[in-house]
């Protein structure tokens, strides 16, 4: 018998017009209490610097209160950008962070610096190196020790050695996911940034994956856009205004934030194009969408984005889709990661 497909949820915290960081992080906490009460696989937290309206500059603190004021749900960061910290205090903060809540943390890790721009800006602020990002494989294999269990006795000691913290590579490219697969971990694709690589980044990750300690097969995790209503007429209108910041997004340009004003106008000027990965309509239309998109990329588990701007519509939709995930089921080889 099959398994229910695995949803989860990911928060990028914005300001909305009027609100204050306060307003947007409360939000987030908000959020992440609806995504446990539906039975939301995963809550994740982005990091972001130096983007005006994001409050999402630091998520193991966001993360620590989640988790304190959450029971069941996995908590985690989609994710902590390696180029901007060091491996010790990123295997610092999260094993802290798996010792508080164990077998509740997840370290999703990415090679972006979170920024808008040049990342020399974001490292100059951040006091890094100008080639930090070229540091990722060497950074990213001290970590990985400095979480295991295979270190010297001079090693420097991390509350999370010989915890369960599953780490995540998260990436938009064939290089992330080549690199994912060859060291044996779980990857986490960003449909919402490059979609059009993803089948080429599926392919790569699978080709080069090889067992490890602790992963035996490959573990893919998609993110897409769902926007879920009683009807698609309703889905669509809801999509309408963020239309325009989603075609930017997807064209690689400096995007508005989604907290922006998006007139009326401004959107029906939008010409109608597909958003690659998006799934927007009723619970039926949902439901095939997510089927659909689970055949193709044959992926373990799905991260839903949804940046509707009114709470009611939005908590609507996050029940919906959980509704509709309850009644999608895969085989249960297809499972493994935590």
Avoid at 166 to 173: E, F, I, R, T
Avoid at 314 to 321: D, K, N, Q, W
Wanted: glycine share 6%; aromatic share 6%.
């Amino acid at each position: 018998m099959g398994t229910p497909l695995p949803i989860s949820v990911l928060d990028f915290s914005p300001m909305r017009d009027g609100e204050t960081a306060s307003d947007s992080l409360r939000r987030t906490v908000e959020l992440a209490l609806l995504a446990e009460s539906l039975n939301y696989r995963r809550f994740w937290f982005t990091e972001h610097h130096n983007v005006p309206r994001l409050t999402n500059a630091a998520p193991p603190v966001v993360l620590a209160h989640i988790a304190s004021v959450t029971r069941s749900i996995r908590v985690g960061s989609g994710g902590v950008m390696l180029p901007n910290h060091s491996p010790l205090v990123i295997a610092e903060q999260f094993g802290t962070l798996a010792g508080l809540h164990p077998g509740r943390i997840d370290l999703g890790i990415g090679r972006a610096t979170g920024g808008p721009g040049a990342d020399s800006e974001i490292f100059r602020m951040l006091r890094k190196p100008p080639d930090a990002r070229d540091r990722f494989k060497l950074d990213l294999d001290e970590l990985l020790d400095l979480l295991g269990e295979r270190q010297a006795d001079d090693a420097p000691y991390v509350p999370a050695r010989r915890l369960d913290i599953p780490v995540w590579l998260l990436g938009s490219s064939t290089s992330s996911a080549a690199l994912a697969g060859k060291l044996g971990l779980p990857f986490s694709y960003a449909s919402h940034i490059a979609p059009d690589e993803l089948p080429a980044a599926l392919r790569a990750y699978r080709a080069n994956f090889r067992a490890s300690r602790t992963l035996q097969r490959d573990y893919t995790m998609i993110s897409a856009f769902i926007i879920a209503a009683e009807t698609d007429a309703q889905a669509r209108d809801l999509l309408a205004s963020i239309r325009p910041i989603l075609l930017q997004w997807f064209r690689k340009s400096r995007a508005p934030l989604p907290t922006d004003n998006v007139t009326t106008s401004t959107a029906a000027t939008m010409p109608e194009q597909d958003i690659p990965y998006a799934i927007v309509g009723s619970p039926e239309t949902v439901r095939s969408g997510i089927e659909a998109m689970v055949r193709k990329t044959q992926a373990d588990e799905l991260m839903a984005i949804t940046l509707i701007r009114d709470p009611v519509a939005a908590r609507r939709s996050y029940e919906i889709v959980a509704r509709v995930g309850r009644n999608i089921t895969q085989e249960p080889a297809r499972f493994g990661a935590s």
